[in-house]
C-alpha cells in the first residue's frame, strides 16, 4: 500500500514519523475518514471543511498541503486501486525536539499522514441487512466532542464492552440522554418521525448526519432535533446511526431490548437506499 506522508507518496513500510510527534505523546491531532464507493469520494468538501474547524478550534496550524488535499486523496485512491473503501487523514501537531505540555513554536510543522483502507463491498455490508445490536455506556469523554481530535481510547473501550456483552457497538449516554455511538451518530424514529441530538459540544457534527438530515427534508420527512433518553431509545419504533464508513446503519436491539420486530426498520431502511443513491 502507497502512504502519504508530508509530501510524500512511500510504501508503508518506508513511511515513518517522529518518537516525538505530538499526536502519539499527547493524542495531539485531529482526523479525518472519507468514503470512496465505485472510485468515487463520498462527500469530500463536508469533511475538508470540519477538518479546518477542527484545526481552528485547536489553533493547530494548517499543513502545507491543505489546498492539495482533494488531489492527494485522489491519487491514493487511484495508486491503491481503491473502489470501495476509505481515506483516513490525519494532523497533529508535529514533533518538537523535547516532549514538552507547552505547543510548540511556529518552526515545528504539523505532521500530515494520509492512507487507504480497501473494503470491497462497502455499501452492501451484511450488517446493515441484519441490523446491530448495541448497549448503553456512560459517556465519560471530554467536553469537546464536536471537534474530531484522535483521543479515541474511551470510544475504543465502549467497542469492547459491547463486544463483550454480545453486542456490536455502544451508545454513550450523559445525564441520561443519549449522545452518539462510539463512531457514529445516533438516531430514534417515533411513528414517521426522525430524532436525533442537536448540535453542541457534546457530539461530533457528522458529515453523514448533515447529509440524511438534507435528504430526510427533502423526502418529506419529519426531523426533530433534540436529545433522546436511553429509555425513549428503547421504546422507539426503529434505531440507526450514521457515519462516513456505515452509512446509515439499521439498529435492532439496544441492552438486549429488541426494536419493532428486531429486523431493519422500514424508514431506516429508505433513508440508507436514498443516502447511497444521492451520494455515490
Ligand atoms: N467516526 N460521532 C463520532 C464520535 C465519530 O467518531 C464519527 C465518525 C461520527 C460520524 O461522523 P461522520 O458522519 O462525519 O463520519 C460521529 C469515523 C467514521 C471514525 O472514527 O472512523
Known sequence: RIVYVNGEYLPEEEATVSVFDRGFLFADGVYEVTSVLGGKLIDFDGHFQRLKR?????????????????EIHRELVARNEIEDGLVYLQVTRGAPADRDFAYPGEDVAPTLVLFTQSKPGLADSPAARAGIKVISI????WGRRDIKTVQLLYPSMGKMMAKK????????????????????NAYIVKGKKII????GNEIL????RAAVLRFAREAQMEV????FTIEEAKGADEAFFTSASAFVMPV?????????DGTPGQLTKRLREIYLDESR
Open 224 to 227: 426533530e432535533e433534540r436529545p
Open 252 to 260: 435492532v436491539s439496544i441492552d438486549g431490548v429488541m426494536l419493532g
Open 138 to 141: 456512560d459517556d465519560i469523554r
Open 196 to 199: 436525533t441530538r442537536n448540535l
Open 205 to 208: 457534527h457528522g458529515i453523514t
Open 165 to 184: 456483552a454480545g453486542a456490536d457497538d455502544a451508545w454513550m449516554v450523559e445525564d441520561g440522554f443519549v449522545t452518539e455511538g462510539t463512531s457514529n
Open 54 to 70: 477542527s484545526l481552528a478550534e485547536l489553533d493547530m496550524p494548517a499543513p502545507a498541503a491543505m489546498d492539495d488535499l482533494l
